[in-house]
């Protein structure tokens, strides 16, 4: 991945008296966690009954959805909460932010597929499709695009920004990776979702990884929300094959090529996108 030049960014001076801070992050993830794990310990202790009305713990139970969706919700009622109604608009524009270096975009298209299907047939699954008739996929594909890439809104909408106010990229990418993984502990106890087939400890490399690889894809399209979803979406993608645990280790050593080309900016302290809302000039 070639080498990325930090956008322009919110310096410490410029700040807007009614803005965000470091502070903030924690509220984000006190509001994150409470949500997602409040709604996980109910699909927990009340499988059965919630299942009876909203149907098996999946992509298509609401309760499920708002567990997946609560980043996105806390993100959104700060943001609502330091900018109001159009500090939201505002925050929202970042979803039109798509230029990005062209090799950022081949990694997006063909570079997460490849490592997919590399890590599937370390598994022996690479011809595996689990979709017959094949265009059954296309249903598979919207429903995916409209949970797990939601909550980018707030991992990478709001929680990173701030953090690279304080941190470098990569120890802000790590920091919420841990967090981001930890995040998703319910899932692994929750039967019908695909982290509960999986091992936590491979699955919190590959996050800590993936946090890490989005970072200056994030920073190198200027704060995109955008993109961040694009990746998220790629990374469930359920048109691809199944490639834990395998994936996590072919990501960390991407992570690492990665954080070697971009040393310059990955390591600098306010070198990333710190824009929440971006200012208005």
């Given at each position: 991945m070639m080498p990325t030049e930090a956008p322009d960014r919110v310096t410490p001076t410029e700040e807007r008296p009614t803005g965000?801070?470091?502070?903030?992050?924690?509220?984000?993830?006190?509001?994150?966690?409470?949500?997602?794990?409040?709604?996980?310990?109910?699909?927990?202790?009340?499988?059965?009954?919630?299942?009876?009305?909203?149907?098996e713990v999946s992509g298509t139970n609401p309760v499920f959805i708002l567990l997946v969706w609560s980043p996105a919700i806390a993100g959104i009622a700060l943001v609502w909460r330091h900018y109001g109604r159009h500090g939201v608009i505002d925050f929202l524009g970042r979803l039109r932010l798509w230029r990005a270096p062209a090799a950022w975009w081949v990694f997006l298209l063909l570079g997460i597929p490849a490592v997919k299907y590399v890590g599937a047939s370390i598994n022996g699954v690479a011809g595996d499709f689990p979709f017959s008739p094949w265009y059954a996929v296309w249903p598979a594909m919207a429903l995916a695009l409209f949970i797990g890439p939601v909550e980018e809104f707030g991992w990478r909408g709001v929680a990173l920004p701030l953090l690279q106010t304080?941190?470098?990229?990569?120890?802000?990418g790590l920091v919420l990776g841990g967090?981001?993984?930890?995040?998703?502990?319910?899932?692994?106890?929750?039967s019908g979702t695909p982290q509960s087939a999986w091992d936590f400890g491979p699955y919190l490399v590959g996050v800590l990884a993936l946090s890490v690889i989005i970072t200056p894809l994030f920073n190198a399209a200027g704060g995109s929300i955008l993109m961040a979803?694009?990746?998220h979406f790629q990374m469930n993608g359920p048109a691809w094959p199944d490639a834990q645990p395998w994936e996590n280790?072919?990501?960390?050593?991407?992570?690492?090529?990665?954080?070697?080309?971009?040393?310059?900016?990955?390591?600098?302290?306010?070198?990333?996108?710190?824009?929440?809302?971006?200012?208005?000039t």
């Open positions: 965000m801070g470091i502070s903030t992050v924690w509220w984000f993830m006190a509001l994150t966690f409470g949500l997602g794990w409040g709604l996980g310990a109910l699909l927990f202790i009340f499988t059965e009954q919630i299942e009876a009305v909203f149907g304080r941190f470098a990229p990569l120890w802000a967090f981001w993984a930890v995040w998703h502990a319910p899932a692994f106890l929750l979803m694009i990746f280790y072919l990501f960390a050593l991407i992570a690492i090529v990665i954080v070697v080309l971009n040393r310059k900016t990955m390591l600098r302290r306010h070198g990333g996108a710190t824009e929440v809302v971006p200012l208005k």
